[in-house]
């Protein structure tokens, strides 16, 4: 160290240090603080003198020292705190931690002294430094560059002094053996906190925000709750972020996360507060102590990791002291009393109130941005990008694993490959490594942590190689933390609840698990592993986020229980199917196609295993159930895809199916094929049924197979033909006694007769048919004899007859969810209405009887040529501008909104001059001629016809 006698003069860099909290040190140490002040001096001498440093005043625990040269005043402060961190203190209690301050500035020396702004400039910023660390002005950076090899500067900010009206910028000496992460720095402008700086926007939860900021404003202890990667540190930082100036005494953000041992939990959050142990003292009694007199507003990070430990601090601090508030986040509550437990939910996937993009959609574009450079995302990703945030549900880490995703993916590409959510988001991303820069040198990072244990023993923090939140560095790594801290029966819960595809009651839980699930159930919701959903009604649903159904469906093949986890769920599917045909007694009701919406994604996901690993023809029974359904909501396609799959599982593993399942399937299948307009597959597996049901011997089920021999003739326009096998059939089946199996050949016969005319044959034919249909709770509900003869009664010109059976089948209709056939009821309303004078709503109705079939892209099977007859006469009535207008003003109306229409037409006996029937006055004609009535047939069987035959079917009405 220079003499006195030699100040610089110039440039001079001034040093400042002292002792941080050498008041409560010496106090703790009693006589032991003098050789450790003693120490200290020796130790800060030693490194200076080998400096061209000036010591110009030393008092109590504080040094003055002026350098001529910037780099030698920052390479002394280096070596003085690795000197003060690596020496042998008698306890590590006793170690002292000294903060340092430089700073650069023109100054003269008078009389061996400094009269100079720039010294008290370097004091300030002294003053601002916590102990261990070394702070220094933009000028002492500027001037002492370059630095070292493995040294750098963190540039902290502006920061005004205390004193000083203009702002410094700040930076902080960074370099292996000195500790890295302090709060704040003391400054004249900072509120208290260390709240990590966030690198990236924060997107939407504004809603989320307000909710969180009341319950933090009136309650002590919040706990955000949530799984892995929903976003609770973030939104909890944010929302500290901006209550900073609420608490005078600080709002200290403390990450748990690298907590390994329950016995440093105190430690981690002392080490923030900059607390020190005391001999012979708990560090959680220093810890209440100090935070007893101080408002303040503690947000604990991470709390699952050691939440028993954690949650005996939060006690021990709420009831040390009224202005101690906590904010936590985990993946489970603490369980302590006064405790509010928020769960955060999945970010939103509803389109914004004004338009824009949902939450989540938001989120992907901003962070797809980013990833691509400052690219946007095309609006022609927009759709395939909310097919992405769905299949993530909206799980933000899932998000920004996905926008990384789409740098080298298009939009539609990622979609796609989301079938495996882990091996999609976490291809590529291996073993995280240290936080080093590409020079090597360490970059400022939020989740920067510290050693704890050095906390506890009191020796210097070291930079670790790892961040705790590298376990959010892959979905495999989020989940499987949590996954570890399950016990058996909760673990083996998840696996098996990932065959499920959507929510699960408490129910179907106890069915799939066979045992007492209550207590494993709970220990998965409270560690956000299963989500609740709470209904109306008072029941709750649990739900698995799809990244984590992912994990546990990966565990569940490690275990080797896939097979046994996926047959119950086949199980379960096949006695969900059965419930939703019975009602709360027990005994079958009107099949509602509502009852099956809700369990699509199941069946579909019990079908898949069939077609796949499991039995096809438990697969054929799942199918059968979903027969009607599929029709009706348009997709007749997905029915026969499943079903070919379903073919080919059988053929690879020889399963024997009987004869008379095979014919349900291949009836089924032409069913579908019809509707699906694939005629020749019709009419190919409608004759592979016949087969397969006389085979199987079984009159009944023969019965029903032929009744659908005539849809595939009809669709090719052999209508003649067709009728002629209809009539056929029942005279068979009456003779067989199964004509109530025969319903289906029933309505295609009345079909046919009115297609010709013959409307008294067929409206007999109905009536007749009309007890049958009502017996029948899977048939009911269609109420295709009150359609029927709704279009006898239209044909007829019989508007009261017409408006009658047509509200009954269109309510019907709509009330059990049979959609493809409530636009056929539309459509028949629109005509009753045009009769009715009443023509522009019937242009409305064709509108959304089109608009909606052609969502459910379904044909319109042998009333197709009539409804377009009727458009037409309609258009050529009112005009093409009149039409269009209320064609296009209908074809916006959802289903819904249609059938509220159609149901609210006035009853044609209420309206002014009502006539029951039309006559030549009518607004549109074209209707087929009213034929002369025909001879009653010879009658015979239970529907009351029968006609000279030389036939194909009763050539073999035999069974074998």
Known sequence: ????????????????????????????????????????????????????????????????????????????????????????????????????????????????????????????????AHGGQVLCSAATAQYAAPLPVGVSLLDLGLHRLRGFDDRERLFQLVAPGLERQFPRPRTADAVPHNLPTQITSFVGRQAERAELHDLVAEQRLVTVVGAGGAGKTRLAVELAGGVVESYPDGVWFVDLAPVTDPGLVAFAIAAVLGLRPEPGRPMVDTLVEYAAARRMLLLLDTCDTQPAATAEVISRLLTGGGGVRVLATSREPCGLPGEVVWRIPPLSAEPAPDGGPSEAVALLLARTTAARGGRRAGVVETDDLRRVVSRLDGLPLAIELAAARLRVLSASQLAERLDDVLGTLDAGRDEPVGVAAADGRFTASQVDTIDLGGAAASAPPVVPGRTATQRHVTMQATVTWSYRTLGPRAARLLRWLAVFSG???????????DDDALDPLAVLVDKSMLQVEPHAAGSSTYRMLDPIRAYAARRLVDAGEERAARDRHVAWSLHALQRAHLGPDGRPVTLSLYSLDPLADELRAALRWTATGGSARLGLQIASGLDQWWRERGLARE??????????????????????????????????????????????????????????????????????????????????????????????????????????????????????????????????????????????????????????????????????????????????????????????????????????????????????????????????GYWAQRQADLRTAIGDGEFDRAYAEGARLSL?????????????????????????????????????????????????????????????????
């Open 1 to 128: 160290m220079s003499a006195r006698n030699h100040l610089p003069s110039g440039l001079v860099t001034f040093m400042f240090t002292d002792i941080e909290g050498s008041t409560r040190l010496a106090q703790m140490l009693g006589p032991g603080y003098r050789p450790v002040l003693s120490e200290h001096r020796r130790l800060l001498r030693s490194i200076l003198s080998a400096s061209d440093g000036v010591e110009l005043f030393t008092e109590g625990d504080s040094f003055f020292v002026a350098f001529a040269d910037a780099a030698a005043a920052l390479d002394a402060c280096l070596g003085a705190q690795r000197a003060l961190a690596s020496h042998d203190w008698p306890s590590p209690e006793s170690a002292p931690r000294v903060r340092m301050g430089l700073h650069t500035g023109h100054a003269v020396p008078l009389s061996g002294e400094y009269a100079s702004p720039e010294v008290h400039r370097a004091a300030r910023i002294a003053a601002a």
């Open 503 to 513: 929510p699960v009651d408490l129910a179907t839980v106890e069915w799939l698990f």
């Open 639 to 864: 029915g026969r895809l499943w079903l070919f799959r379903l073919y080919g599982r059988i053929a690879e593993t020889g399963e024997r199916i009987p004869e008379a399942e095979l014919a349900a399937a291949y009836h089924m299948h032409s069913l579908h094929a019809g509707a699906d307009g694939e005629f020749a597959e019709e009419l190919r597996f409608s004759q592979q049924a016949e087969a397969a049901a006389r085979q199987a011997g079984d009159a009944a089920l023969l019965a029903r197979v032929l009744s659908g021999r005539a849809a595939p003739l009809v669709d090719m326009g052999r209508l003649a033909e067709a009728e002629q096998i209809c009539r056929d059939l029942l005279d068979w089946a009456g003779r067989e006694g199964v004509t109530g199996e025969t319903l289906f050949a029933v309505y295609g016969l009345a079909e046919l007769l009115w297609q010709r005319g013959a409307l008294d044959e067929a409206a007999e034919l109905l009536g007749a048919a009309r007890p049958v249909e009502a017996s029948r709770p899977v048939e009911r509900g269609r109420r295709t004899v009150d359609m029927l003869l709704g279009m006898v009664a239209l044909a007829r010109g019989d508007l009261v007859a017409a408006h009658d059976h047509l509200v009954v089948a269109l309510r019907s209709r709509m009330l059990h969810g049979f959609h493809r056939r409530t636009c056929d009821a539309l459509n028949a309303m629109a005509v009753r209405c045009a009769l009715g004078g009443d023509p522009s709503t019937a242009a409305l109705l064709f509108g959304a009887a089109q608009a909606n079939r052609s969502v459910l892209r379904t044909t319109a099977g042998m009333f197709g």
């Open 896 to 960: 819904e909104e249609a059938v509220e229409l159609a149901l609210g037409i006035e009853h044609p006996d209420l309206a002014a001059g009502s006539s029951r029937f039309t006559d030549g006055s009518a607004p549109f004609s074209g209707l087929p001629p009213r034929l002369p009535a025909e001879p009653a047939p010879h009658r015979s069987g239970t529907f009351g016809y029968v006609s000279d035959v030389s036939r194909e079917v009763l050539d073999r009405r035999e069974l074998p």
